[in-house]
């Protein structure tokens, strides 16, 4: 067997298949049919900003009875799919994307041009009988790492929420990582998109424990029609720009581990928005903005982190110090972060919801 690495251009892949020169050979491919409109958008969104996207592998047979050497598909079949899909107009662009709305026809020539010149990384297989290329894949596969749960979620789901996560990664990304809330390789593992899935269920549920099975039911829940998307994405953006506007300060302190970002999103979209279970449960109104002032929420949030990195158990933030110790995506230590964040914040918490704290 031999392994050629080369590199097409989408309108080289587009002759190819029109010539029937290169096909597609069902018997690899871990599943057929058409993506959704999600996941294809976001893949040709992809393609047109430049991005890269993992190599192709083609197997070159020789076709006897038409004395021609042919390639077919062995894995990929979606991505080009999806390519032939946009440039005969059979599928226009969705979502949060630049190009949404348009067809490959109502893209303008630089655009046109950018996608077809658009170069496809491929691993062309030779000399290689069915069962090698099947080893090969197994063998491949072999040194993967096992999907945690974020990732099983993102691969059982192509819907609405899943696209929708993927497109706030992107945007949160840059502030995941130079507010130390997250490493690269996290990031990779898909812990970014754990902690905003996390955050809507705390729109929708207030402060609970969390765990896989119920973020895998909000996957499924939204996973063919999202009509909160747009609500949840303007809440979800604005909350993370005014951490990054008004709370710099707390850019690499201990207010920056993931789980008490995710405490200190569902506080701040308590404070500007409501969130009726915390309302209800706790008594705490919304107060009709993220603070009341924003120089005394810095400086009581800094004491919080000062507190936790100090492992102050018996001063005056113990019970915060205490939801930031082990077990921290369980309900009562939740509950303690969320308290003390939105009083920092400015909120009129009754002393009464301190009592609900089971420590």
Known sequence: MQITPNNYGVLEVIQMLERRELVVNNDYQRGSGIWPEGASSYF???????????????????DRPQRAIRKEIVDGQQRITTIQRFYNNELR???????????????DDESKDRFLSYSIGVDVIRNASSSEILQMFRRMNAYTLPLNEAER????????????????????????????????????????????????????RGVISTSASNLKDLYAKYDETFHNLEEYREKLTDTVRFIITELEPLRKTFLMKPY???????????????ISQIAEGLGVSSIGTFTLDP?????????????????????PHADYVW????????YPRRLARVIAMLRALGANVPAEADALIAR
């Not at 040709?44 to 020789?62: C, G, Q, R, S, W």
């Not at 990664?169 to 990582?177: G, Q």
């Not at 939801?323 to 369980?330: D, L, Q």
């Open 153 to 204: 979620r993102h691969s059982s789901y192509q819907g609405k929420f899943k696209w929708f996560i993927n497109h706030l990664s992107d945007e949160f990304d840059e502030f995941f990582t130079s507010y130390g809330v997250f490493t690269r390789r996290q990031i990779v593992r898909m812990a970014d998109a754990e902690l905003i899935a996390d955050s809507v269920l705390s729109i929708e």
């Open 93 to 107: 662009i969705v979502g949060d994307s630049r190009f949404s709305g348009l067809r490959y026809d109502d893209l």
């Open 295 to 315: 120089q005394r929420a810095r400086d009581a949030l800094l004491e919080l982190a000062r507190a936790h990195e100090a492992k102050e158990t018996d001063g």
């Open 44 to 62: 040709i969104d992809t393609i047109l900003e430049n991005y890269p996207f993992p190599k192709i592998y083609m197997a070159e047979y020789l």
């Open 260 to 274: 008490a970002v995710q405490s200190l999103i569902t506080a701040l979209i308590h404070c500007r928005y409501g």
């Open 323 to 330: 939801g930031a110790s082990g077990g921290t995506n369980r």
